[in-house]
């Protein structure tokens, strides 16, 4: 993979008096938090607990009404540090060979570069066999299968994923999550979010919970599952808490 390790890290996230307002409501509410280099985040919490706006805000989709995001001490992160993928993946209208070429063209890669790199990635994940298809025709999984692996051709040191297998097949499903952890096992950190309770026990290093916009607990996941801070995670462990 094209890298930008030479780069500084741009890690940790951090998040300190955090508010997203729209017409007066607050939407989401983070007292501080901090996303931390190497480790594997799942931003968790039931349908419209925010998770989907805590993402676009780290990622610099939308701005705060309040409060900071910033990387690493003094540093700016280039567009690439920093990747998403969204819950329904965005592809072009093209191959899937062409969709690599395209992210690899704008990290500006070569000809020849572009195309070995592109191999190189799509084989690794399962996808080699597909290139010269048109991406429209994927099925749902293979389609977040190259989204994924789009994001991560220019090398970030940062991947987003908003809810990543949501409607997905078992099989489908694992086959991402197998993924995910092949790319933390490289190097790459990710925040991912999900109200998937028996995923994010399978994949979190560290725990986001949110409810009703608040970010609730931050805590490294066997204590969130073992001792949860608060009734509202209580309740969603329990599935008690529905919304
Ligand atoms: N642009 C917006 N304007 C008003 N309300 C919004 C906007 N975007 C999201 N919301 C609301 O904010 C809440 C959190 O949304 P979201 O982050 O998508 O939740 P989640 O991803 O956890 O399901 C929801 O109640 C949603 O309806
Ligand atoms: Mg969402």
Not at 45 to 69: D, E, M
Request: a positive charge; charged letters at 20%; hydrophobic letters at 45%.
């Amino acid at each position: 993979m094209t890298s930008v390790t030479s780069a500084p890290s741009i890690l940790p996230l951090t998040l300190d008096r955090v508010a997203y307002e729209v017409g007066g409501r607050r939407l989401v509410g983070v007292e501080w938090a901090t996303i931390a280099k190497g480790r594997k985040t799942v931003v968790l919490g039931p349908n419209g607990a925010g998770k989907t706006l805590f993402l676009r805000l780290c990622h610099g989709l939308i701005k705060p009404s309040a409060g900071t995001i910033a990387f690493a001490s003094g540093i700016r992160p280039a567009p690439q540090q920093h990747a998403m993928v969204f819950q329904k993946p965005v592809l072009l209208r093209r191959s899937v060979a062409a969709n690599l070429h395209h992210a690899l063209a704008l990290a500006g890669l070569g000809y020849f570069e572009r195309r070995r790199t592109s191999r190189l990635i799509l084989n690794r994940f399962g996808l080699g066999d597909l290139a010269d298809r048109p991406a429209r025709v994927l099925s749902g999984g293979e389609q977040q299968r190259l989204a994924i692996a789009r994001a991560v051709a220019v090398g970030p040191e940062l991947l987003f994923l908003d809810e990543p297998v949501s409607g997905l097949d078992p099989s489908a499903m694992r086959q991402i999550e197998e993924m995910l952890v092949a790319l933390h096992a490289d190097g790459l950190t990710w925040v991912m979010t999900t109200h998937d309770l028996a995923q994010a026990r399978r994949l979190a290093d560290d725990i986001l919970f949110f409810h009703a916009g608040r970010l609730l607990e931050a805590a490294p996941a066997d204590r969130f599952f073992a001792e949860p801070a608060t009734e509202e995670a209580r309740a969603f462990l329990e599935s008690r808490l529905f919304w």
